[in-house]
């Protein structure tokens, strides 16, 4: 149990575009779902938590128009890096929660976005 | 700042060994301090937590240690085996206030942990 999928695993797009990423909770429902930004070797770094039906929470220094989420369902989450730059370039991991209670996060697979 | 400090940033193990991963925290307001397992181009994955009003906790091989006043907690892996080679996170949140959910995690910045066969 507590399976959370990431979709694509990984994606090249050129300065200027931009990419969705989605995460998936498949066998529980998530009330709530955060996305990490982690650059090679070094550690997991929180961006936003999303609370299924509300906006967003992001964390300081964290451009809410540049990185778009949204939490449509209790086991759909959308990241999307809009007008991505090279400095983009990272591998984002969404985790998932199931209800209000429990702390338990359950990791994604991660995407691997490489801006040219 | 950094809120968790985690040590040694790498580590080499003879299989069979015991390997000690230490974490150490800052904030007083968290109170759920999880351990995870990442291999390379891989999520991270949960190995085992503690809440603070426990002094250790066991789960197989794993077992941490939490030292509340001192405001730190470790990772214990007994009997290390060659496929427990992987970067290990410490990891702590807190309680949102207003009945809300958990903060989302803060990570110390990993273990590469080597164990030799």
């Known amino acids: 149990g507590a399976v959370v999928s990431q979709h694509p695993s990984w994606v090249i797009c050129k300065s200027g575009t931009s990419v969705k990423i989605e995460c998936r909770s498949l066998?529980?429902?998530?009330?709530?779902m955060f996305w990490y930004r982690q650059f090679p070797k070094q550690s997991l770094m929180l961006m936003a938590t999303?609370?299924?039906?509300?906006?967003?929470?992001?964390e300081q220094g964290v451009e809410k128009d540049k990185f778009l989420i949204n939490h449509a369902s209790l086991t759909l989450s959308t990241l999307t890096v809009t007008s991505a730059h090279p400095e983009d370039s990272s591998f984002y991991i969404c985790s998932a929660r199931e209800g209000r209670v429990t702390r338990e996060q359950y990791f994604g697979p991660g995407t691997r976005l490489t801006v040219t | 700042q950094q809120q968790v400090k985690q040590s040694p940033q790498s580590l080499i193990v003879q299989k069979g060994g015991i390997s000690i991963i230490n974490c150490a925290y800052e904030n007083t307001a968290f109170d759920y301090f999880p351990w995870y397992q990442q291999f390379p181009g891989k999520g991270p994955a949960l190995l085992i937590a503690?809440?603070?009003?426990?002094s250790e906790k066991k789960e197989g091989r794993f077992t941490i240690s939490f030292n509340k006043s001192a405001k730190q907690f470790s990772l214990h892996i007994m009997d290390s085996q060659p496929g427990d080679s992987a970067t290990y996170f410490c990891a702590a949140s807190r309680r949102q206030r207003e009945g809300g959910g958990a903060d989302g995690l803060t990570f110390g910045k990993g273990t590469h942990l080597i164990i030799q066969p």
């Open positions: 999303s609370n299924e039906g509300s906006k967003a929470t992001y």
């Open positions: 066998d529980f429902q998530a009330t709530t």
């Open positions: 503690i809440r603070p009003d426990v």
